[in-house]
């Protein structure tokens, strides 16, 4: 097809009037057939990458089942996300293999979003800073551990969230670096700890701000050492509950456009009407765009990724594209597949969004085809 008239995301990061053309699933230089869009007063932009969510609909990737994953990733690509990483939780190193195993075994169909890994949460965390996590779960870091979840699949896992302050996590870390993203999170750790952990082979910070040590003026914490590392990728979690609207700027301006990664850390209860719900064995109650536990302590997102884009420009502020940077090529780069997702480039997989000036989606293109939004 021939996409006409819209204003282009490019990869520049602005936005320029040019057209745009697909051959099959990617974009390309000429196009395969006569089909053209008239675009205009829209806005073309890539699909979002969302590296960190757990679930969706009434499902959540721990259960290990392929129609739940299904499920979860045609909730995804309907909502704008045409790429994403599911996310374990801190269970038993068997139910977590199961999990892999399904994802191993995904291949995307019809609308289902592509699945481009998996993003460990745990085992290897802090008791002190479980968040959602289940502590009969936590484990030291462990290298046969890691060895026998990488057996799935050696480059399906992309992301692991670890405590590096605990023991054998800094030499897992120097150890698995050239094949895992490792992230600090649910974690104690300080601020002189952090830095030596960016040094050993730490580069992200999971959903920043939450399950970690607060920046303060005396004890600045991981994000102060992210900020005085400066090459270290924080994901944020927009919705407006996770994260109070000053900090998410403060840490856009702290970190700058190139190091924030927006996440929806999304879990079972997104895309549901509010009530009372089960998440992996703990009773949870979603209100609004908010979801607690019994004790009252937040139990993850229900706001999808686009949601959390929406929010962060239409009423955090931030500038539309420094988010769109934030929810397309930062992941993608995190994740190692900006070769072919993340922004809209001859040779890369035709997953595109028509957005209005209100941010509203008008049209889904995925691999190249244009989805029915009924």
Do not use: W
Request: overall charge neutral; proline content about 3%.
């Amino acid at each position: 097809m021939i996409i006409k008239n819209a204003k282009i995301f490019g990869a520049d990061f602005q936005f320029a009037h040019r057209e745009v053309c697909t051959f099959g699933d990617i974009v390309s230089q000429t196009s395969d057939n006569k089909d053209v869009i008239d675009a205009k007063g829209l806005m073309l932009i890539p699909g979002l990458i969302d590296i960190h969510l757990h679930g969706a609909i009434g499902h959540d990737f721990m259960d290990a089942n392929m129609d739940c994953l299904k499920s979860i990733a045609s909730y995804q690509t309907l909502h704008g996300i045409t790429s994403f990483c599911s996310a374990t939780m801190t269970l038993s190193v068997a139910e977590i293999k199961k999990a892999l195993v399904v994802a191993h075994q995904y291949r995307a169909r019809q609308e289902q979003a592509n699945l481009e890994g998996v993003y460990l949460e745990g085992p290897f965390i802090s008791k002190s800073k479980l968040g959602s996590q289940n502590p009969l779960h936590v484990k030291q870091a462990d290298p046969l551990v890691l060895d026998d979840l990488m057996s799935v699949q050696k480059d399906l896992i992309k992301v692991c969230t670890i405590a590096p302050e605990k023991p054998y996590a800094m030499k897992i870390i120097a150890d698995y670096k050239k094949h895992i993203v490792f992230s600090i999170g649910h974690s104690e750790i300080d601020y002189e700890t952090s830095l030596n952990a960016f040094r050993v082979g730490v580069t992200e910070l999971t959903h920043s701000f939450n399950s970690m040590n607060e920046m303060l003026h005396r004890a600045p914490g991981p994000v102060g050492a992210a900020f005085e590392h400066g090459k270290v990728n924080c994901e944020i979690i927009t919705d407006g509950v996770n994260v109070h609207p000053t900090m998410v700027k403060a840490l856009f301006k702290l970190m700058g456009d190139e190091h924030i990664v927006m996440i929806s850390d999304s879990m079972t209860a997104t895309g549901l009407a509010d009530g009372y719900f089960n998440q992996l064995g703990h009773s949870i109650v979603k209100h609004g765009k908010g979801a607690c536990r019994q004790d009252g302590s937040i139990a993850g997102s229900v706001s999808n990724l686009y949601d959390c884009f929406k929010n962060a420009v239409l009423n955090i502020g931030i500038k539309l594209e420094t988010a769109l940077r934030a929810c397309t090529y930062n992941p993608a780069k995190v994740i190692k597949v900006l070769d072919k997702v993340g922004t809209i480039e001859v040779g890369k997989r035709a997953d595109l969004l028509l957005i209005d000036d209100e941010l509203n989606i008008k049209k889904i293109i995925l691999r190249g085809k244009v989805l029915d939004l009924g």
